[in-house]
């Protein structure tokens, strides 16, 4: 007598195509977080910004008796680095790595400073053209050996 065994075996890992999802998050878009702001009547970045312009804030205190009272709470130092830390994004993009991309070699240029350094005459030359870029006429470095002037 021979025992049989059957195998069932599944094409995918997982849940077959068209299987209903459950549990998870749902996802929300920043339009229905904007949305939802509207309804409520609030506006988030505003607050934000007014908590840092403050050094106080008026806040409702609800006693155990349940009695109501106004309370001047201090914001603190911390929470309003922790507000400028959020709220950057918003004034101050991020800044990209952009990467090179070609097909032809790269050069790069480089400049020995010690060379213009040793030549008194050449960065004398160096320091009249940085200065006229400027626009300013007063030199900033004097040449090697030749002495300060008081003023």
Do not use: W
């Amino acid at each position: 007598m021979s025992k049989q065994k059957t195998v069932t075996l599944k094409a995918l890992p997982g849940f077959q195509p068209g299987h209903a999802r459950y549990g998870g998050r749902t996802k929300r878009t920043a339009a229905q977080a904007r949305s939802l702001a509207d309804e409520l009547g609030v506006d988030p970045l505003a607050y934000l910004l007014n908590l840092l312009a403050v050094d106080c804030t008026e806040e409702l205190e609800v006693t155990a008796e349940g009695a109501e009272r106004r309370v001047k709470v201090p914001v603190s130092r911390d929470l309003k680095i922790d507000i400028c830390k959020s709220l950057a994004g918003f004034f101050y993009p991020k800044l990209n790595s952009t990467a090179v991309s070609s097909d032809a070699p790269l050069a790069v240029a480089t400049f020995d400073l010690n060379r213009l350094l040793e030549n008194p005459e050449v960065l004398a030359a160096a320091q009249d053209l940085a200065l006229k870029i400027s626009g300013s006429s007063e030199p900033l470095l004097l040449p090697p050996g030749e002495p300060e002037e008081s003023a």
